[in-house]
C-alpha cells in the first residue's frame, strides 16, 4: 500500500501527558499536512512542510503543539500537557502539487 | 469565520437517481477546488477537483461544476449508488491551505 499512513491510529491518554502521532506521506511528495478534526466539522489546517521545512502554522497550533519533519519524509505532530479539548482525529495528508491526500488519521482521546 | 460552506446537511437519494451536493464559498481567491468522501473511521478520500480557470470537470459518474460569480460549487453523482453513501466535503485551496466546509451526508436508498 503507497498511501498515506499514520501511527497510531488510537490513543488514549490522561490530561497532562504528552502525545506524539507518526505520519508517513507517499513518497515522492514533497508536501505534507497536518489538520485536525472534530465531531461535525470538516477539517481544519494546522501547519504545512514543504521537504524539511515548515512553511505555515495555522493559529490554532498552540504553543502546546509541535511538529517536525527532519529529514523531508516522516513527520511527527506533539502535544504537550494534552487538555481535553484536544480530543479530536489528526489527520495527515501530502501532496506533490495541489491534491492533497490523506492518510486514516489518529483518533485522540483526553481523559 | 467559516469560508467555505456546505448548507444542507444531509441528503437522501434514491439509487440510480442524481446526487447534487452543493457548496458555497467567500473568499475570492481560493483557486483550486476539490471534494473528498469520508467514511466513518477514516480520513478522507479525494474524488474530484477543479481549477478556478474551469467551470466544469467530468470524472466517470462524478461531474463538478464551478461558478465563480455565484461563488458556487456542486458535485453531481449519477447514477448514485448505494456505495456512494458517505460524508462529502468540498474543500477550498488558498496557497497550500485547504479550507474545508462542514460536510454532507450522503444516503442512496437502494
Known amino acids: 500500500d503507497t498511501g498515506v499512513s499514520q501511527n497510531p491510529r488510537h490513543k488514549i491518554t490522561k490530561r497532562g501527558q504528552n502525545v506524539t502521532f507518526r505520519c508517513d506521506p507517499i513518497s515522492e511528495h514533497n508536501r505534507l499536512y497536518w489538520y485536525r478534526q472534530t465531531l461535525g466539522q470538516g477539517p481544519e489546517f494546522l501547519t504545512y512542510f514543504q521537504n524539511e521545512a515548515q512553511l505555515e502554522k495555522s493559529r490554532l497550533l498552540s504553543d502546546r503543539f509541535s511538529a517536525e519533519r527532519p529529514k523531508g519524509s516522516f513527520s511527527t505532530l506533539e502535544i504537550q500537557r494534552t487538555e481535553q479539548g484536544d480530543s479530536a482525529m489528526y489527520l495527515c495528508?501530502?501532496?506533490?502539487?495541489?491534491?492533497?491526500?490523506f492518510g486514516p488519521g489518529t483518533r485522540l482521546t483526553v481523559l | 469565520d467559516q469560508q467555505v460552506k456546505q448548507n444542507s446537511p444531509s441528503l437522501s437519494v434514491q439509487e440510480g437517481r442524481i446526487s447534487i451536493l452543493n457548496c458555497d464559498y467567500t473568499n475570492s481567491m481560493f483557486d483550486y477546488f476539490l471534494w473528498y468522501k469520508k467514511y466513518p473511521a477514516e480520513g478522507p478520500t479525494f474524488l474530484i477537483s477543479i481549477s478556478s480557470i474551469k467551470d466544469k470537470n467530468e470524472d466517470g459518474r462524478f461531474t463538478v461544476f464551478l461558478n465563480k460569480s455565484a461563488k458556487h460549487l456542486s458535485l453531481h453523482i449519477v447514477p448514485s449508488q448505494p456505495g456512494d453513501s458517505a460524508v462529502y466535503f468540498c474543500?477550498?485551496?488558498?496557497?497550500?491551505?485547504?479550507?474545508f466546509g462542514t460536510g454532507t451526508r450522503l444516503t442512496v436508498i437502494p
Open positions: 495528508a501530502s501532496s506533490f502539487v495541489s491534491t492533497q491526500y
Open positions: 474543500a477550498a485551496n488558498r496557497e497550500n491551505n485547504l479550507f
